[in-house]
């Protein structure tokens, strides 16, 4: 029962449940994308082309029989993917560099300086009366 116990402590860290959650987004943003992708961005392109449907691209390696299915290399959806790919890297890049640029804002704006302790004010406050004596 350690183990569940060490691994209970783990899981509830706050960086795992924000990795969980980064992760659980990021799937998600993903699916938009593909949509996006295939429903919205593609269409277009494949009218640009001669009514091509990029989905249905592919270099039929064996026929099919009655058997079995035919045997497609399909390149139309290693594209689609590659776009895919290619919208989520810049849209994460560009997610990325407004964080850093928050960060460095957030580092350069000066600290308030803390407040003396009580012991330090005490001890100033002997210092300007030994000044003054």
């Known amino acids: 029962m350690k183990i569940m116990k060490e691994f209970k402590e783990f899981a509830m860290r706050g960086n795992v449940m924000d990795i969980a959650v980064g992760i659980i987004i990021g799937a998600a ?10 429903n919205v961005l593609m269409p277009p ?3 640009l082309l001669g009514h091509v449907n990029f ?13 079995s299915p035919a045997v497609v290399l399909g390149y139309g959806m290693f594209i689609q993917s590659l776009v895919d790919f290619v919208i989520i890297a810049f849209a994460i890049f560009f997610i990325i560099k ?3 640029s928050l960060k460095k804002k957030q580092a350069e704006a000066p600290d308030a300086p803390a407040e ?7 001890l100033a ?9």
Do not use: C, H, W
């Open 55 to 67: 989905s249905y691209l592919g270099i039929v390696l064996k026929q099919a029989t009655p058997e």
């Open 116 to 122: 003396p302790a009580a012991q330090e004010k005490l």
């Open 125 to 133: 406050e002997i210092r300007d009366l030994l000044k003054q004596k």
């Open 45 to 47: 392109f494949g009218i």
């Open 98 to 100: 407004g964080m850093n």
């Open 29 to 38: 943003f993903g699916k938009i994308i593909s949509s996006f992708v295939a």
